[in-house]
C-alpha cells in the first residue's frame, strides 16, 4: 500500500525534524531565545559522526554519543560566548547575534576542511522486509527507535530530575528561581547542553537516511525544524515531537502527489498559516503580553 510506505517514510522524516525542533524549543521556553545556529550544531553532529566512522572506525551506536557529546560541549561554548552577555538585551541583537553564529560555524567548518560534500558511510545492515505491501528498512526502524528513545529520556530528564525542575522553574519565572536558590547560569548551560546534543543525534541520523552531508546542510532542516516548534508551540517540549511528525507527513504526502518540488514550499505555507490562525501552535494557549 502506498499510503503506508509514505506514512512509514514521513514518520523516519518527522522524527530527525522532532530531533532539532526540541533543541529550538527547550532553548526559547527558557531565555525566549531562537537560537538559529541550532541547525549548524546538527550539521556539526553529522560531521563528527562521520569521522568517527571513517576515522577512528567506530560503530554507529559509539559514532551517536561521541556526536551528542560534542555538540553539547559546542551549546555550552556558544551560550557562554555569544549568549550570555545578551540576556537583558534586545531581542533583535539576540537574533542578530544567532544568525552571525550560524554563518561562522558554516564557513568556519568550511574553511577548515573545505566545502565538498561527503558520503555518509552504510553503518547499518541494508535489510528490509513487507509489511501490508510496504518496505521498512532497518534504518527507517533506526531512526525511529532513536528518536523515540531519546524523547523518553528528556522527558525523564525534564520530569524527574533535579536540573529538569530547575528548567521548568526558569522557564516560568527567572526572578523566583533565583530566590530559591537554583543557579540559572547553570540552568541555561545544561539546557543547551541536551538540546545541542539532540540535535547532534539528528545530524548522524540524518546522515544515515541521506547519505549525504555537507557544511551548509543545517540550513533547510534547521528552518524547517524551527516550522514544526512553531507548529507544535513554540517552547512545549511535546508540541516539537508532534509538530516534527506532522511537518513530515505533510512533507511525504507532497512529494507523494507529485509535487516533490514543493515540499520545502510546503513547510513554509504551514508556517504562514500558523502564524496566522494559530501563533500559539498546535498545543499552545493565547496569552496576552503587557506593553
Not at 547519505?211 to 517540549?237: D, Q, Y
Request: with cysteine; charged share 15%.
Amino acid at each position: 500500500m502506498d499510503w503506508l510506505q509514505q506514512i512509514i517514510n514521513g514518520i523516519s522524516l518527522g522524527s530527525i525534524y522532532a530531533l532539532i525542533a526540541l533543541g529550538y524549543t527547550m532553548v526559547y521556553g527558557i531565555i525566549r531565545l531562537i537560537n538559529f545556529a541550532h541547525g549548524d550544531v546538527f550539521m556539526v553532529g553529522s560531521f563528527v559522526g562521520f569521522y568517527a566512522i571513517t576515522r577512528l572506525d567506530l560503530g554507529i551506536f559509539p559514532a551517536l554519543i561521541l556526536a551528542m557529546a560534542v555538540c553539547a560541549l559546542l551549546g555550552v561554548v556558544i551560550e557562554r560566548i555569544a549568549y550570555k552577555r545578551l540576556r537583558n538585551a534586545s531581542r533583535i541583537a539576540a537574533l542578530i547575534t544567532a544568525i552571525g553564529i550560524s554563518l561562522l560555524i558554516e564557513y568556519g567548518t568550511i574553511y577548515f576542511r573545505g566545502a565538498q560534500p561527503e558520503a555518509f558511510p552504510n553503518a547499518l545492515p541494508s535489510k528490509s522486509f513487507e509489511l501490508w505491501g510496504a518496505t521498512i528498512s532497518i534504518q527507517s526502524i533506526l531512526i525511529l527507535s532513536i528518536s523515540v528513545v531519546l524523547m523518553i529520556i528528556l522527558q525523564f530528564i525534564v520530569r524527574r530530575t533535579k536540573v529538569g525542575k530547575a528548567m521548568r522553574a526558569v522557564s516560568h519565572d527567572v526572578e523566583a528561581a533565583k530566590l530559591m536558590g537554583i543557579n540559572v547560569d547553570r540552568t541555561i548551560s545544561a539546557t543547551f547542553a541536551i538540546g545541542s546534543a539532540l540535535a547532534g543525534a539528528a545530524g548522524v541520523v540524518f546522515g544515515i537516511y541521506y547519505t549525504k552531508i555537507e557544511p551548509l546542510m543545517g540550513v533547510i532542516p534547521g528552518l524547517k525544524a524551527f516550522v514544526a516548534a512553531v507548529l507544535g508551540g513554540i517552547g512545549i517540549i511535546p508540541g516539537a515531537a508532534i509538530g516534527g511528525l506532522v511537518l513530515g507527513l505533510v512533507e511525504t504526502g507532497v512529494s507523494a502527489l507529485g509535487y516533490s518540488m514543493w515540499r520545502d514550499a510546503a513547510a513554509f505555507i504551514i508556517l504562514i498559516l500558523i502564524l496566522i490562525f494559530k501563533p500559539s501552535g498546535i498545543l499552545g494557549k493565547n496569552s496576552r503580553e503587557k506593553v
